[in-house]
């Protein structure tokens, strides 16, 4: 099930973490993730698509 970018984001907030340190924790791009955080990119393909899958937003392409 996937969750809205507004749900990720809460749940980043609720767990005291930074978009800087999920990025570096899971080995992205910052501005990458913002990008993606704050709607600019909607991940739809390639590293952007995977930032999503593990952010919750997008279902894991086969």
Do not use: C
């Not at 767990?15 to 570096?24: D, F, P, R, S």
């Not at 990458?32 to 393909?45: D, E, F, L, P, Q």
């Amino acid at each position: 099930m996937t969750t809205t970018v507004e749900q990720a984001k809460a749940r980043l907030k609720a767990n005291g973490v930074t978009i800087k340190a999920w990025a570096e924790e899971n080995g992205f791009p910052v501005t990458s993730v913002r990008a993606i955080i704050s709607g600019h990119n909607k991940g739809n393909y390639g590293q952007a698509h995977k930032i999503a899958v593990a952010l919750g937003i997008k279902e894991q392409a086969d």
